[in-house]
């Protein structure tokens, strides 16, 4: 399996609080890839990173920033918790930046926004 | 309308069974992977196809560009296999679009 973690794995917060969700692997793989997973939506990506400091936007960013600053580390946060937020949120790797590439997933987290 | 359509959305099978879950897709690509989330939830990439097909112990994946479409099937099912199955392709612009997925169940 590849190396990858995801922390907190469950979370629950209050509507209006800032969260970070953080994902850490040891493949020293240059993509990474933030995913939200709802009922009826299947996955939808928030934000990717193709390197330190470089970031770009997904389908569903609004709402979402995130930050890199070393390899290991793909940091996503959420500047003020909303409801429509709650959600299982997977963090994913990949060697090259295609996006034939294959991806691997971490464990998930589970964010609950009341 | 979606983009990645899978089909059926549930399907429940006999041990031993052969199944087949559909994906289709209304845009060009350039690959598509098929994943398996298994019911703890972590996911796997068991696939990615551009052409022709792919064969991992009792799975096969088949795509053709032309029809764009593709199948995942399951020889000898077993109830190991129970998973949420779901096809993604590489859509306009630099991300995958992933379809709802289709729950399996195996039943012994």
């Known amino acids: 399996d590849a190396g990858i973690t995801q922390s907190p794995r469950h979370k629950v917060t209050e509507t209006g609080t800032p969260v970070t969700l953080r994902c850490h692997q040891t493949e020293n793989h240059r993509y990474m890839y933030w995913y939200r997973q709802d009922p009826g939506h299947g996955l939808r990506l928030i934000h990717y990173s193709y390197g330190v400091k470089d970031t770009d936007k997904g389908e569903v960013s609004d709402g979402y920033s995130v930050s890199r600053s070393k390899t290991e580390d793909f940091l996503l946060t959420l500047e003020s918790a909303t409801s429509s937020q709650t959600s299982v949120y997977f963090c994913?790797?990949?060697?090259?930046?295609?996006?034939?590439?294959?991806?691997?997933f971490g464990p998930g987290t589970r964010l609950t926004v009341l | 309308k979606n983009e990645v359509e899978q089909s059926p959305q549930n399907l429940t099978a006999q041990e031993g069974e052969f199944i087949t879950i559909n994906c289709s897709y209304s845009v060009g690509i350039s690959a598509l992977h098929w994943l398996q989330q298994h019911p703890g939830g972590g996911i796997v990439s068991l696939f990615m196809l551009s052409s022709g097909k792919k064969k991992h112990g009792r799975l096969i994946a088949t795509i053709n560009i032309q029809e764009k479409h593709s199948s995942l099937h399951i020889t000898a099912s077993h109830p190991r296999d129970s998973a949420v199955y779901i096809c993604a392709v590489k859509a306009a612009g630099n991300k995958l679009t992933f379809g709802g997925g289709t729950r399996v169940l195996v039943k012994p």
């Open positions: 994913a790797i990949s060697e090259g930046g295609r996006l034939s590439d294959t991806q691997y």
